[in-house]
């Protein structure tokens, strides 16, 4: 057999895919592998992009005969580095960009089968088209794939009424090293045959094997929506807030989120044009927002106030009374409703411009924020006073995006101080029972920090399932274990 060079690979790949879905040129690969926040930087013989699962079964078995390393990647959107390839250079980025078909939407088991490649979005607009709704969403919708969203389990905006992927996700398509194909691809509700490997997969960021395709789930497109931003007196009333709306509404909370001033002033440093949705900048906000797929929600009344509205307003009239709110707006328009999520859906663009962030993000029991929180604060004062604590996000589902921003104008310190900040972050998780990631995976980033936090059982039940699947490592290796 041959020396396998970087020639005869990129020439065989070429065979394999056609010559346009083959990259090997520094220029091409380069947007690659490179993570997000170009925090992890690789190498690839070449960059791959199948239009087909018998391609991506051909390729896999031809990395596996040739032991090549393959790393699979999404719309490449993620922040732990969990699909960015190592320096050496012995691998296959394989990208799924180009497999974006929609296979299949069955109106009436209310389900879609998708292709892994396909972008957040799309998914959206074409359930939307068929008059059903689709309810993942991140501020990446319009750039990530429903592949990287199953290969971290992502959360996104809804979770609280929703679920995570793993929640929305029916069944998967999926090639393992050496290019079985595993067809689970069935719209059930319910199948107890056996060990659940749809979930297996879910969550395993292209560390067992490639999801090709995925059958998701679908709803009731909402007809009404109630949206508000408050400016609230701590975390504690945030949590209560939540409890009150969603006993109100019936548990039509669709979002959550909690918002802390530093995450608004940064905001409105890079995008002033985003309209301030109160008069001031509270210490602590949330923006909530409650759906109905009752059309009677929607029905103006003789005082111009719709069922769902008046839900709304008489929360947080119970709320201010309670001393829970200090201000609050609640939006009478589509327009005014797009600007409120313009305030949470451009603050993580805001924190990449703003330059060095110290990224997490974490889970906690509702029962926990407040207190954790209110810690967290004063450590990582104790550690850099002028640092900005953007600690925001899912509420609703106890998923904090705790991120920790150098301070205005630059620090040239920040990367000396960002292991005591992950210390202080991580050492409280653990004591309020939390867990280090929520929706964003481990990857890289995290891979020394699981190792701390997960017992000895856990770790080894784990590399047993990574080495039946893959007995060689050469899915995405280094990634989580």
């Not at 997969?201 to 949206?227: C, D, H, W, Y």
């Amino acid at each position: 057999m041959p020396e396998m060079t970087s020639d005869i690979i990129i020439k065989d790949l070429v065979s394999m895919l056609g010559i346009k879905a083959v990259l090997h040129h520094d220029d091409d690969t380069a947007p690659f592998l490179s993570d997000w926040h170009s925090r992890y930087h690789g190498k690839a013989y070449a960059v791959a992009l199948p239009e087909t699962t018998d391609q991506v079964s051909a390729l896999l078995a031809y990395a596996d005969k040739h032991n090549i390393i393959v790393v699979p990647q999404g719309g490449n959107t993620g922040f732990m580095g969990g699909a960015t390839p190592d320096a050496s250079g012995h691998t296959i980025l394989l990208s799924l960009r180009r497999m974006n078909k929609i296979r299949q939407i069955d109106k009436q088991n209310m389900s879609m089968t998708v292709e892994a490649g396909c972008i957040l979005q799309t998914l959206q607009d074409s359930a939307d088209d068929a008059g059903l709704y689709f309810p993942l969403n991140l501020a990446a919708k319009g750039s990530c794939t429903i592949g990287g969203n199953l290969g971290t389990n992502a959360g996104g905006l809804n979770v609280v009424r929703y679920g995570t992927t793993r929640q929305l996700t029916l069944g998967l398509e999926v090639v393992l090293m050496g290019g079985e194909v595993i067809e689970l691809l069935s719209g059930l509700r319910k199948d107890n045959t056996g060990y659940d490997l749809k979930n297996l997969f879910i969550g395993s960021e292209g560390t067992l094997g490639v999801i090709t395709a995925a059958t998701m789930r679908l709803f009731p497109k909402p007809v009404a929506r109630s949206t508000a931003f408050a400016e609230v007196r701590d975390v504690s009333a945030a949590v209560e807030l939540l409890h009150r709306v969603q006993a109100a509404s019936g548990g039509m909370v669709e979002a959550f989120e909690l918002i802390p001033a530093d995450i608004l002033h940064v905001l409105f440093e890079y995008f002033p044009k985003i309209p301030q949705p109160l008069a001031t900048i509270g210490a602590m906000n949330v923006l909530m927002e409650i759906g109905s797929t009752n059309p009677a929600s929607n029905q103006v009344d003789g005082n111009g106030n719709t069922p769902i509205r008046q839900i709304m307003e008489d929360v947080l009239e119970t709320a201010f009374e309670d001393g829970l709110v200090i201000d609050a707006t609640i939006a009478s328009s589509d327009a005014q409703r797009d600007a409120l999520w313009d305030v949470r859906e451009t603050a993580p663009e805001s924190h990449k411009l703003a330059g060095k962030v110290a990224r997490s993000d974490v889970a906690l029991p509702q029962s926990a924020i407040a207190d954790f929180y209110a810690e967290m604060v004063a450590g990582i004062k104790a550690i850099d006073p002028k640092i900005r604590i953007c600690g925001y996000g899912h509420l609703g589902d106890g998923n904090l995006h705790f991120n920790l921003v150098q301070a205005a104008g630059g620090d040239p310190d920040f990367d000396a101080k960002t292991p005591k900040l992950y210390d202080l972050l991580y050492g409280n998780i653990a004591k309020y029972n939390g867990s280090i990631s929520a929706e964003h995976g481990i990857g890289q980033l995290k891979r020394d920090q699981l190792a701390k936090v997960k017992s000895p059982a856990i770790l080894n039940t784990m590399r047993s399932i990574k080495s039946a699947l893959d007995p060689k490592n050469l899915m995405n290796p280094g990634k989580i274990i």
